[in-house]
């Protein structure tokens, strides 16, 4: 069942902003710009605490802070019924999934859930999660903190890494834009940068704040959840900056997660309940 999760939610225009113009190269981002228009429009309570969630070819996946089944919504928020783990996967940092499998990261390991058969198989060890998304190839791409990589996992097994070149390179969040496009947090300098699908560069934008999380919509504008988990920024193609805040929404939240789907962001507030969005047309 939906129920509204925030003491004070109101749909809302976000703010009005100053003239447009580029993000500089270094070393900061300058003020919002532009104009970020974003309504909110539902929201779903969890049967229980999560803390992090992805998106699958049907909606929303939400692992259970308890670590004993996946929670699921369709897009719309209606509420799916649980997937069940065959064993406990205690502090899951991390989650991603296609039609064929579901990726669970906890604090040191990768697991893999065969969703026809249920079967949950340990992977990798020694891998200290920051952020994944799938290839529509059925690759998970994940970067490594422990060893400062972009790693890739096929289905078959086999373990590879993005050969990509920046200075002071520490992959954080990531995501993956339409084009196979990677966009990842580069907290080593503290920039936002996006590289081709074999790992060349492209371009960069410096963080306008610490970023905890990132999605990419289908016109390659990135959304960073800022730190705090009240602020969202949108970083364009031209990599023109816009934010909103929960103030400025007329709402109170404070996400550990975001999600992309064609029009509509998502947000985990607080891991109890999810807050659907509807952005603006380009």
Known sequence: MKSFCSAAILPALCLAAL???????RPTAGAPIGRLDLWFVDSLAL??????????P????LPTSVGTDILSADFELRAEPAIA?????AGIQGIEADAFAIYLFDDSRLYRLDRSRGLLSPLSSNIRFQGGAM??????????GYSDRILTFDPSGN???????????????LALGPDRSLFVINQGMQEMAVFDRIGNFLRACPLPAAVSRIAVDDS?????????GSQVWQVDRRNQVRKVSAEELSLRFVAFDIAVHQRWLYLLDRGQCIMRFRLAAD
């Open 135 to 144: 290839q529509a190839s059925g690759e998970l791409v994940f970067s490594d």
């Open 220 to 228: 390659l504008n990135a959304y960073l959840l800022e730190r705090s």
């Open 58 to 61: 049907n909606g929303l996946l």
């Open 159 to 173: 373990v590879s890494d993005i050969n990509v070149h920046r200075p002071q390179f520490k992959p954080g969040a």
């Open 19 to 25: 003239l447009s113009s580029a993000c500089p190269k």
């Open 85 to 89: 783990l065959p064993q406990r996967v």
């Open 47 to 56: 049967a229980s605490p999560a803390s992090v969630m992805c998106l699958d």
